[in-house]
């Protein structure tokens, strides 16, 4: 798996050092209507395609309708921002046919950061381009705001300049 790694996926995102992934790479066979990742789960893998084609679907939240928002290819990373963040994965993921994918575990991906960070820049690079192009110019529109707990956003009855999204908290 290792090897198979090092030819398919450094070629496609260099490593300065392909050693990094040795022993932390596993090899998957995927039979065809197998589950791979499920809505609402944690991922505790990030993926990467290496034969076959995946589907991966999204879960309306008001009724059981399945939409489909893309097939994969071979050489596409999965995962990604489940495994960064250790949010639940907003996606179902299922094998189309026969296929085989590698895994990488959450704990090794952060120890690959850790040591090559600019292999942050490439995780994120494939998480960015799977983002709306609406999405990505409502960012730069945007003015993000962090508050500590106890701390007011806004105050009754005073005038208001801003619409504000509560993220979390």
Known sequence: ASKLARGTY?????LQDST???GKVTLVHIARGSVIIKQ???EKFLTFVVSGHLEVTQQDIHDEQRTLLYTTRIGELLGVMSVLTGD?????VTAVKRSII?????????KLIRSNPVSLLRLSHEFT???SLFVR?????LEWTSLEAGHALYRQGEPSHSTYIVLSG
């Open 10 to 14: 450094l070629t496609t995102r260099p």
């Open 137 to 141: 110019q409502m960012d730069y529109a």
């Open 20 to 22: 990094v992934l040795e």
């Open 129 to 131: 381009k799977r983002i």
């Open 88 to 92: 639940a994965s907003q996606f179902t």
């Open 102 to 110: 590698l895994t990488i575990s959450r704990p090794d991906i952060i």
């Open 40 to 42: 609402g789960d944690v």
